[in-house]
């Protein structure tokens, strides 16, 4: 049976105090406790000493409090509707990156240049053979060898050569130049089944995603993007490469789920 937790101390302090005298109780140390839960020393710590602010987002701390009230048997569920409240909640920042002007001047250039190679390689074999063939010169006069006979007069008989007829001028063939749009797969997608806190590095070490993302909310990246992943809520989503869905366990603590992807598309789980 799980106890409850009270007190005329904050909700940190009074929640961080309970699951100190439980584990103490149990006769647990904070290692024992750590490598039961597959936590880090240094967040079971701040858990007890009601430094909620230090352990991430409210997604993990709510996460963390959790699944160290199942192991004590401390019922921490009034505390958690207040994690919002104690946990400065996180700044949603958006994806970009700074791209210097000249880098940007250039990339564009290629772009254009990537353009016009396709536009031509595409449009020119297309125009060769729909362009009309080119017909006899305007000089060119041509007689039909249909002969109509005169009616018989006496002294002698007379054809009459009946004109030529003219013939109507093919319309040209159009062929449009604009390259049809091809989409970019995706090669890694989350999908949010719930709420989480998502941050995505580039194998260079950029930010390229940090926010807490809601349920229903899909992100999309290609092949070389991703360099490293955390996920405060695994639970709440599916992670997708190539097409084929992720188990998340090997690379799972808890609620939190870390991993790296490499060059060649491999994933790795990340070592503390």
Sequence with gaps: MMQSV??????????GEALKQAREQAGLSVQEASTRLKMPVKVLQALEAGQWEQSGGAVFVRGQLRSYGRLLKVDVEPFLQQADAVVSRPAELVSHSH??????MFESFKRRAVYVVLTLVIATPVWMALRPTAGPGPDAATASLEVVPASNRSGGAGAEVSAPASRPQAAPYVASLTPVPRATPSWLTLTFKGDSWVEVNAPDGRKVEHALLRAGEERRYAQGEVGRV???????????QAGST???APYQRANVARFTVSSEGSLAPVVD
């Design 246 to 248: 992720v188990d998340l």
């Design 99 to 104: 791209t210097p002007r000249v880098q940007y």
């Design 230 to 240: 955390k996920l405060g809520d695994a639970t709440a989503v599916e992670v997708q």
């Design 6 to 15: 009270v007190g005329d101390v904050s909700p940190s302090q009074g929640c």
